[in-house]
């Protein structure tokens, strides 16, 4: 698959995510850009910003297999992964897979379920394995986990390991529509009766299991020239020399970076990346990765502020 080719797919993608889900441009195009670069998303946002309806018609537009786990506070690492049941008939222990086993998962409301279970998705999301009574069974090569939490409650959640925060790709603040767009989703989700899913909206699958493959085959290919390497490694090391943060990225960030920035240049039609796309992917990237000072907290700095910062302050190659 050339570059045009996977921009030409990544454009029919989003026509078919926009006929149900109105607006979130911005989240369609970083979810794509993680599927191409291999990686996972986690969505942040209020409750009825239509996330479980973006990950539906996303799976459905891309032609892979979709699950759902909706995380409560009783849910146990067995009811992800599976476990070996008991078969009286046979007398023997089968294997019952938990819903886990899919292409494109969607973990809703991740921060609900204690840390035990949320630690069930790491081997999962590192390695695509999963470990049932000390037997590695492999997930699909195209595994994918689309996770969500609700930022505004704060009872009964349980906030992300950093160890687990780091294995997602992005972390994408999901807001408010504008005004146009809330009108558009009044006028059109208004007129139905119920939650319909993504096939009673017209979304159609573009495309397989097989074009998935062929498009990360050629991100792959994508040029990275070395003053874009120096580029991205003085980004991720600007973040550990910053007074404002206690802890900067990790060197996985910067190796994702650049995976992601091959997969946005070759959405936008090109063999080679440029400063722009890392510029772009950067703030979606590392907002989960760092973590605030004590001081820089109690003045009311975020951690959207530093990193824009470090972005404005570091010279990008010509």
């Known amino acids: 698959m050339t570059v045009d080719e996977v921009q030409a797919l990544a454009a029919s993608i989003r026509a078919e995510v926009a006929k149900a889900v ?9 979810m794509l850009v993680a599927l191409f670069a291999g990686g996972h998303i986690l969505l942040e946002g209020p409750p009825g910003t239509a996330k479980t309806l973006l990950a539906h018609s996303f799976a459905r537009a891309i032609g892979l297999g979709f699950g759902r786990i909706q995380f409560t506070p009783d849910l146990m690492p067995g009811d992800i992964i599976g476990a070996n049941l008991f078969n009286f008939q046979t007398s023997t222990f089968t294997l019952t897979r938990g819903p886990i086993f899919t292409d494109l998962l969607l973990a809703d409301e991740i921060n609900r379920t204690p840390p035990k279970t949320q630690a069930a998705l790491l081997e999962a999301m590192q390695e695509r394995t999963v470990t049932i009574d000390g037997e590695s069974l492999p997930l699909g090569d195209r ?4 996770a969500t939490q609700n930022p505004i409650e704060q009872q009964g959640v349980y906030p992300l390991p950093e160890a687990q925060l780091d294995r997602f790709l992005f972390k994408q603040r999901v807001d408010y529509p504008s005004e146009d767009e809330e009108r558009r989703i009044i006028a059109a989700h208004g007129a139905r009766k119920a ?10 699958r573009r495309a397989d299991g097989a074009a998935i493959a062929a498009a990360i085959e050629a991100v792959a290919a994508i040029r990275v020239v070395e003053e874009v390497v120096n580029y991205i490694a003085a980004l991720v090391r600007g973040t550990r020399s910053v007074a404002d943060l206690e802890s900067g990225a990790s060197p996985r960030a910067g190796a994702m970076l650049a995976g992601a920035a091959r997969a946005r240049a070759a959405m936008d039609g090109r063999d080679f990346v440029i400063p722009d796309d890392v510029k772009a992917l950067s703030p979606a990237l590392l907002r989960h990765r760092l973590i ?7 003045d009311g700095r975020t951690v959207e502020e530093v990193v824009m910062g470090i972005i404005a302050t570091i010279e990008a190659p010509r």
């Open 195 to 204: 939650a319909m899913s993504p096939e009673d909206w017209g979304v159609e």
């Open 22 to 30: 109105v607006g979130q441009e911005e989240t369609v195009d970083l």
């Open 292 to 298: 605030l000072a004590p001081a820089a907290e109690i």
């Open 143 to 146: 595994f994918t986990v689309i």
